[in-house]
Nanobody, 120 residues
Framework: QVQLVESGGGLVQPGGSLRLSCAAS????????MGWYRQAPGKQRELVAS??????TNYDDSVKGRFTISRDNARYTNLQMNSLKPEDGAVYYC???????????????WGQGTQVTVSS
């Protein structure tokens, strides 16, 4: 069974930094794109950043220059968040497109989410 487990959320003051991590486990043949989404109360879930297996990255305009997504290896992704603003506060979810077998289609998996609160 495939699982994505996030860690690293918490409370930080405006201007501060946090680093989120996500680890994929289970019977995995290949992970394509991994990404981070966030959802604030009353708002839709939105893409924050993503990274392909080849290292190509994509960022929402609101986080460009402040957040950096990386992959330590095929199963781990990190999101370094600097210069945090109150509007960055949300539940952050890890997301990955994973293939679990040769004859199995790629599907999208989600982590359980980790809370990020930016407040003084």
């Amino acid at each position: 069974q495939v699982q994505l487990v996030e860690s690293g959320g918490g409370l930080v003051q405006p201007g501060g930094s946090l680093r989120l991590s996500c680890a994929a486990s289970g019977s995995i043949l290949r992970i394509n794109t991994m990404g981070w989404y966030r959802q604030a109360p009353g708002k839709q879930r939105e893409l924050v950043a993503s990274i392909t297996s080849g290292g190509n990255t994509n960022y929402d305009d609101s986080v460009k220059g402040r957040f950096t997504i990386s992959r330590d290896n095929a199963r781990y992704t990190n999101l370094q968040m600097n210069s945090l603003k109150p509007e960055d506060g949300a539940v952050y979810y890890c997301n990955a497109d994973i293939r679990t077998g040769i004859s199995v289609p790629t599907r999208t998996y989600w982590g359980q989410g980790t809370q990020v609160t930016v407040s003084s």
